[in-house]
């Protein structure tokens, strides 16, 4: 139990255009979401934690004109990189919270997200 | 603000070696703390999660400590093999994750 999937495992795309990220929780509904991104090397550092059927909290840093952040469902949250660029390439992670552990997420496998 | 640190950032042993991981956070107000496998490319693996009640967990070759009050957790891994060559991450919740550095570990044949 407690599987969360992301579409696409990875996506290659031009700068200046935007790119949406998936992510489902497959077996359960998904209280809270999270999204973190990793650069080469580097550990996750959280960007948004989004609850169904609100705005998301954005972390200092983060801009939420840039990045947006859809919640709709108990089991959907979304990603979208709005007018890429090169350094937005990174890996990017969902997580998802409300399975049957207690304050414990639940994390999808990432997307790979490159921008030429 | 929590801030978490891992030591050694990198280790390279021989297979069979024992070792120990190390995790430190600055505030000890945590609901829990959970360490992570990730292969390079790869999503999270959750190892073990540690609620904040609790001293240790294991699960097989694993062994996961937590002292809150010193704002300590320890990974232990026993008789290393290769297939344990990864990133192992530790991460503090407090109402959101924060991670550590990492620890790359690499075990040689």
């Known amino acids: 139990g407690a599987v969360v999937s992301q579409h696409p495992s990875w996506v290659i795309c031009k700068s200046g255009t935007s790119v949406k990220i998936e992510c489902r929780s497959l077996?359960?509904?998904?209280?809270?979401m999270f999204w973190y991104r990793q650069f080469p090397k580097q550990s996750l550092m959280l960007m948004a934690t989004?609850?169904?059927?609100?705005?998301?909290?954005?972390e200092q840093g983060v801009e939420k004109d840039k990045f947006l952040i859809n919640h709709a469902s108990l089991t959907l949250s979304t990603l979208t990189v709005t007018s890429a660029h090169p350094e937005d390439s990174s890996f990017y992670i969902c997580?998802?919270?409300?399975?049957?552990?207690?304050?414990?997420?639940?994390f999808g496998p990432g997307t790979r997200l490159t921008v030429t | 603000k929590q801030e978490v640190t891992q030591i050694p950032a990198a280790l390279s042993v021989p297979e069979g070696e024992n070792l120990v991981l190390n995790c430190s956070f600055t505030?000890?107000?945590?609901?829990?703390l959970q360490w992570f496998r990730q292969d390079p490319g790869k999503g999270l693996t959750s190892l073990l999660l540690?609620?904040?009640?609790?001293r240790e967990q294991t699960s097989g070759r694993l062994n996961a400590s937590l002292d809150k009050s010193s704002g300590r957790s320890t990974l232990y891994i026993a008789a290393s093999q290769p297939g344990d060559s990864a990133t192992y991450l530790c991460?503090?919740?407090?109402?959101?994750?924060?991670f550590g550095t990492g620890t790359r570990l690499q075990v040689f044949p």
């Open positions: 989004s609850n169904e059927g609100s705005k998301a909290t954005y």
């Open positions: 077996d359960f509904q998904a209280t809270t």
């Open positions: 991460a503090g919740n407090t109402d959101k994750l924060i």
């Open positions: 997580s998802a919270g409300g399975g049957t552990g207690v304050n414990e997420q639940y």
């Open positions: 505030d000890s107000a945590i609901y829990n």
């Open positions: 540690i609620q904040s009640s609790q």
